[in-house]
């Protein structure tokens, strides 16, 4: 009888541990829904954010076009780098971004004419790092947050824009989508 007593409370007690452990989780889980996520500290989809960075990049286009250097102001951080170039960021104050969008006039076309001429991509770092057509990036190495936007030309179409015009990283901090590299 004594055996059979403590075969029933190992039973009882095995139970409750599972039931205890189960508990345990499911508070465990909805306190990381409840207390832990909000929209600046959960990761995102990442065919979210391939969107999100897909759209920025066509608003830098779209400034470009429109020749809006107000809107592309907004679009540059405080240091920015150069792909090709410098090792080390440069200060945003020391370009002269009215001077640079003087130096090329896209007044005789749109956005659709963009989209009709250009094929554009979004590729995160690990899609780009070993890819040979990219631009080599010999100075400065991107974050796995920095999104690779290029604008490919479509053969037989017009060819308007350089293609400097239509390759930079952007990337998404504190909430804001900035162009982290040219």
């Not at 410098?86 to 640079?100: F, L």
């Not at 824009?161 to 504190?174: A, G």
């Amino acid at each position: 009888m004594l055996a059979n007593l403590q075969w029933q409370l190992k039973r009882v007690i095995k139970k409750q541990t599972m039931i205890a452990g189960a508990l345990i989780r499911i508070t465990f889980i909805t306190a990381l829904i409840v207390w832990g996520c909000n929209n600046t500290t959960c990761p995102k989809d990442e065919l979210d954010l391939k969107s999100e960075a897909l759209d920025f990049s066509i608003k830098v286009i779209k400034s470009y076009i429109e020749n809006d250097t107000t809107a592309y102001k907004t679009f540059l951080p405080d240091t920015l780098y150069l792909i090709e170039f410098w090792e080390e960021p440069i200060p945003t104050s020391s370009i002269s971004v009215t001077e640079t969008f003087s130096q090329f006039d896209f007044s005789n076309y749109t956005m659709d004419d963009f989209h009709n001429n250009y094929s554009s991509q979004i590729f995160e770092y690990d899609e780009y790092k070993d890819q040979e057509w990219v631009t080599p990036l010999e100075y400065w190495h991107p974050d796995f947050e920095d999104y690779l936007f290029v604008a490919t030309f479509i053969e037989g179409s017009e060819n308007f824009m350089l293609d400097d015009f239509r390759v930079f990283v952007v990337t998404k901090r504190s909430g804001e989508w900035k162009i982290r590299a040219l």
